[in-house]
């Protein structure tokens, strides 16, 4: 089976100089699910090469047991720190489709052509696409049959609540959960912070960091079928 993890090349955090990246539990738990199963996994971003990291997610509160695997393995870190670039690849050469989160792709993923057009492959295809907390902006622009992909599914993604508890609400360029509703999506939350994953078909979603691993497991599920 083989994986393709997309992760965002953009590192700032709105206009106020703060930085920002992928969320590393959200790259490290995934990974770990997939390539502890046998997975091949190919790394990709849209600028290609070390993607940014989000520096809150180095923070010692923010560390689990997959991120501490990840600080000890070397062959993960060489693979990271080489993603190839989204517009070499093509949905042809892969199963299944992952989105880590992270604020990052809220400015680059969901507004990417080669992005979108690999999510409306898959998805044509009948290949599982997967995305967890702020991953899931990567649908904003992606269409299925003429209308919005998310339109009439069940999803879930980053809250308006636990965006607002970070204080973050003012600074994003969207709230997630507010696109997934507006683009017709059935959306669901837990409260802050609690795993919740959604899967509807072939489309997985996950709320949180907290859901990374489970969001991963379920897409896992879907190959093995």
Known sequence: MKVLMVLTSHD?????????????????????????????????????????????????????SATERFRQDTAAQAALADTRQLAQLSAD??????????????????????????????YSSGKPVAAVCHGPAVLR??????????????VTGF???????????????FLVEN????????????????CHVVCHGQLVTGQNPASSEATARALLALLNT
């Not at 502890?36 to 520096?55: R, Y």
């Not at 992270?102 to 898959?122: K, Q, R, T, V, Y």
């Not at 003429?146 to 339109?151: N, T």
């Not at 509703?181 to 837990?190: F, K, T």
Request: aromatic fraction near 10%; charged fraction near 20%; include cysteine.
């Open 12 to 64: 700032q955090l709105g206009d106020g100089g703060h930085k920002t990246g992928f969320w590393l539990e959200e790259f490290a738990a995934p990974y770990y699910v997939f390539r502890d199963a046998g997975c091949t996994i190919t790394l990709a971003s849209p600028a290609g090469g070390q993607p940014p990291l989000d520096p809150r997610s180095d923070e010692s509160q923010a560390q689990t």
């Open 93 to 122: 050469d892969f199963d299944a489709l992952f989105y880590p989160g992270g604020h990052g792709p809220l400015w680059d993923l969901a507004e990417d052509g080669n992005s979108i057009a690999l999510i409306e492959a898959f």
């Open 141 to 154: 622009h992606a269409f299925s049959a003429g209308e919005p992909l998310v339109r009439g599914r069940r």
């Open 159 to 173: 809250s308006n609540s636990e965006e607002a508890a970070i204080g973050l609400t003012d600074v994003v360029p």
């Open 179 to 194: 696109m997934l509703r507006d683009n017709g999506g059935h959306y669901s939350c837990a409260d802050d912070w609690q």
